[in-house]
Nanobody, 114 residues
């Protein structure tokens, strides 16, 4: 059973930064892509960022504020979020596609508020 373990959410002031991390067992193979979605209250889920060996993609709202990176040997993906805004408040979910099947983390809350 593949498990994705997330960490790094919390409360931050507008303009601040957070780094989210997500990892699964290093024995898991064929993960492509790996990334993050989010869901704000009353809103639909939206893609934040994803990374594969050949490319990275971001949601239009990111506008250069976030960076995604991946440690392939450790099967870990990190999302560095800078210049956070109140509208970034949401539950952030890690996901991984392994041989065509999707796996999801339980979610971590990010709250941007003064």
């Amino acid at each position: 059973q593949v498990q994705l373990v997330e960490s790094g959410g919390g409360l931050v002031q507008p303009g601040g930064s957070l780094t989210l991390s997500c990892a699964t067992s290093s024995s898991v193979r064929d993960i492509d892509p790996m990334g993050w979605y989010r869901r704000a209250p009353g809103e639909q889920r939206e893609m934040v960022a994803q990374i594969s060996p050949r490319s990275t993609n971001f949601g239009d709202f990111v506008k250069g504020r976030f960076t995604i990176s991946r440690e392939y040997g450790e099967n870990e993906v990190r999302l560095r979020m800078d210049n956070l805004k109140p509208e970034d408040t949401a539950v952030y979910y890690c996901y991984a596609v392994i041989r065509g099947q999707e796996y999801w983390g339980q979610g971590t809350q990010v709250t941007v508020s003064s």
